[in-house]
C-alpha cells in the first residue's frame, strides 16, 4: 500500500527566502506526481504535475524533482513572498489499475512572514 | 471554462442525522472523484466514476456512505446516519478521462456535534 509523507508538518520563514519541501513515498512504481497548494477554506490547486519518466517541472518560482527510485520528491520555492502561504500537499498516482487514483500526504504548513 | 462545483459549502448536522452533498464536474469531463479530507490530514479517496460507473469504492464506507454519478454528468454523496467522526471537508475533482490531470472544487465542510 502506497503510503506519503511530507517533512516539514510546518514551516515558517521570513519573506524573501528561499525554501525546499519534501515528499517521500514507500512505492516508486508511480504514474505520476503532483504537487497541490490549498487555501484555508478552499480547494486544492494543482501547482505541478510530474510525469514518472521526468526529473523535474518548472513554473514561474516554483520548481518540483522527482527521484523515483529513491521515492522522494522535492518542491522548491524561490523568494518566498506572504502570498505564498498556504498548505502544499503532494500526491502519488500510481497509475495501472489505480490510474487518476491520488494518494496524498498530510500536508506542509507554510508560513512566509513580512 | 467553469470548475468543479460543490454545495452546500458548508453543513452542520447531529449525529445519526442524514446529509447529502452534489457535486457538478467540469464540462466533459468523464472521471469524478469524491474525497475526504480529515481535519490535519491529507485527502483519502472514496470512490471514484468513470461516467456513471464505479470504478472504485474500496475505501467507502458502505454502512453508512451511498455516492451515484446516474447519467454520468452530476454526483451525489450521501451519510445516513452520520457519526462524529464524519466532520472533514467533502472534495469533489473530476478529470477528462482515467489517467488525466484531476481538478479540485472547493469542498463542503461538514461538521456533525
Known amino acids: 500500500k502506497q503510503e506519503v509523507t511530507q517533512i516539514p508538518a510546518a514551516l515558517s520563514v521570513p519573506e524573501g527566502e528561499n525554501l525546499v519541501l519534501n515528499c517521500s513515498f514507500t512505492?516508486?512504481?508511480?504514474?505520476?506526481l503532483q504537487w497541490f497548494r490549498q487555501d484555508p477554506g478552499k480547494g486544492l490547486t494543482s501547482l505541478l504535475l510530474?510525469?514518472?519518466?521526468?526529473r523535474e517541472q518548472t513554473s514561474g518560482r516554483l520548481n518540483a524533482s522527482l527521484d523515483k527510485s529513491s521515492g522522494r520528491s522535492t518542491l522548491y520555492i524561490a523568494a518566498s513572498q506572504p502570498g505564498d502561504s498556504a498548505t502544499y500537499l503532494c500526491a502519488v498516482d500510481a497509475g495501472g489499475t489505480s490510474y487518476g487514483k491520488l494518494t496524498f500526504g498530510q500536508g506542509t504548513i507554510l508560513t512566509v512572514h513580512p | 471554462e467553469a470548475g468543479v462545483a460543490q454545495s452546500p459549502r458548508y453543513k452542520i448536522i447531529e449525529k445519526r442525522q442524514s446529509v447529502a452533498f452534489w457535486c457538478n464536474p467540469i464540462?466533459?469531463?468523464?472521471?469524478l472523484y469524491w474525497y475526504q479530507q480529515i481535519l490535519g490530514q491529507g485527502p483519502k479517496l472514496l470512490i471514484q466514476f468513470q461516467n456513471n460507473g464505479v470504478v472504485d469504492d474500496s475505501q467507502l464506507p458502505k454502512d453508512r456512505f451511498s455516492a451515484e454519478r446516474l447519467k454520468g454528468v452530476d454526483s451525489t454523496l450521501k451519510i445516513q446516519p452520520a457519526k462524529l467522526e464524519d466532520s472533514a471537508v467533502y472534495l469533489c475533482a473530476s478529470s477528462l478521462t482515467l489517467n488525466t490531470e484531476a481538478f479540485f472544487g472547493q469542498g463542503t465542510r461538514l461538521t456533525v456535534v
Open positions: 464540462s466533459g469531463h468523464a472521471t
Open positions: 512505492d516508486s512504481a508511480i504514474y505520476n
Open positions: 510530474i510525469q514518472s519518466s521526468q
